[in-house]
């Protein structure tokens, strides 16, 4: 393949790189949605979210891995079998998809958080999982449509031997890069600014009296799933921009795209989908204690059932371990957002 202008060496390297961090992403990825769906006192609306989160990162990972894996081990077709495949599996398309998939769930995530504490009481201005349903089909259907120039317009290039887009404009690039830019970066970016700086406000720098040890356990809740959510977010925007830089330079430079700069971007992108559960298990004991057992355990699914019991009987004594308990209702009404 032309597509690497490295020795063989770099070559072996980067593939092993990909390699690594697709498995870590697919793994971590999937215990995530195993532990949300197997425990019942984890299914919030912020961790179903998570899951959604966890189904973007891992469309990313499988066709990241499509794109770059594969494709060294198999011989790709050519002409229109050649584009067909390059459209639904060997191109970026679905990695395009995933991305956005991404950025849509992190900014519905700071606004779950956002509203949970505005409006305790009011069901009807927060995110339930009954609204959830119809709030993660358009997030799919929404990173769909505004890729679907990308489904158009791949293509198999048999000199350079990769997926390429053949734009029907020589200015096609000019435009849709810097609109992907905004799309993907600064207006995610800027909700999330927004929405979380009214959060650490409130949280850190406007802090609260509390009068109980249930209340005090849940601000040091807030605080722990602020600073999980806002570091995944922040990852999230450092991993994407140099990716994004590049495809506006090259658009508008005429360089060749396929440098070492531009795999490394997507080295970081790969690195953005496999750290997230990480951060989980580092970050919330919840998700740390969960995982553990479902990796330590032979008889997963009964401990999980057991443990998932223990906890919703635990919950009924103490209310400070709910998402939605009296007194949590009581201190966040007693404290409403800035």
Known sequence: MSLYKYSEAAQIGITAAFCFLVIIDLVGNSLVCAVVLRNRIMRTPMNYLLVNLAAADMTVAVFIAARYIFTLIFPHPKGTAGDFVCKLITGEPFVWVGALASAFSLVCIALERYLAIKFPYDERQRITTTKLKHIVVLVWVLAVLWNMPLFMYARYDPINEFCVFLWPTANFSQIHSPLAGTVFVVLPI?????????????????????????????????????????????????????????????????????????????????????????????????????????????????????????????????????????????????????
């Open 190 to 338: 800027t909700i999330m600014i927004y929405l979380y700086s009214k959060l650490v406000y409130k949280l850190w720098f406007r802090p609260t009296t509390t009068s109980t040890m249930a209340q005090q356990n849940k601000v040091r809740y807030f605080k722990k799933t602020a600073r999980l959510v806002v570091t995944v977010s922040v990852i999230y925007s450092i991993c994407w921009i140099p990716n994004l830089v590049v495809y506006m330079y090259s658009s508008f430079s005429k360089q060749l795209l396929y440098s070492a700069v531009h795999t490394t971007s997507i080295v970081l992108v790969t690195l953005n989908s496999a750290i997230n559960p990480v951060l989980y298990s580092w970050q919330s004991d919840r998700f740390r204690k969960h995982m553990l057992t479902l990796l330590s355990s032979p008889c997963t699914r009964q401990c999980c059932r057991i443990s998932s019991a223990k906890q919703v009987t635990s919950t009924d004594k103490d209310s400070d371990k709910t998402s939605g308990g009296t007194e949590l209702n009581q201190f966040a009404s007693s404290v409403p957002m800035a």
